[in-house]
C-alpha cells in the first residue's frame, strides 16, 4: 500500500469550521478534520486508508500521485512530502 506521504497534502484552518481541514486532491473525497493541523492530518491518515480499502473493495481504479501544486510547477521541483 502507498504511504500517505506519496499524496500531495493540504492542510488549512477553516473559520466556518474552527479548525483545520486535510484533504488530498488525488483522492476525491478524501479529507478530515481536526483542531490542529497535527490531528487533521492523523485524522486523513485513516481517512486515505479507509478511501483505499473502499476503492480496493469495489474493484475501483487507485488513482497515482499526480496532484502538484502551481508553484511547484513553476518553478520545476518536487513536492516534499508530510
Known amino acids: 500500500?502507498?504511504?500517505?506521504?506519496?499524496?500531495?497534502?493540504?492542510?488549512?484552518?477553516s473559520e466556518e469550521d474552527s479548525g483545520y481541514i486535510a484533504d488530498i486532491p488525488d483522492l476525491k473525497g478524501c479529507s478530515a478534520f481536526g483542531p490542529t493541523p497535527e490531528e487533521a492530518l492523523q485524522e486523513l491518515q485513516e481517512a486515505k486508508r479507509a478511501w483505499l480499502d473502499a476503492a480496493r473493495a469495489e474493484g475501483l481504479l487507485i488513482p497515482e500521485p499526480r496532484y502538484r501544486p502551481i508553484i511547484y510547477q513553476a518553478i520545476g521541483g518536487a513536492s516534499i512530502g508530510v
Open 1 to 13: 500500500m502507498m504511504n500517505v506521504m506519496d499524496y500531495h497534502i493540504n492542510i488549512f484552518y
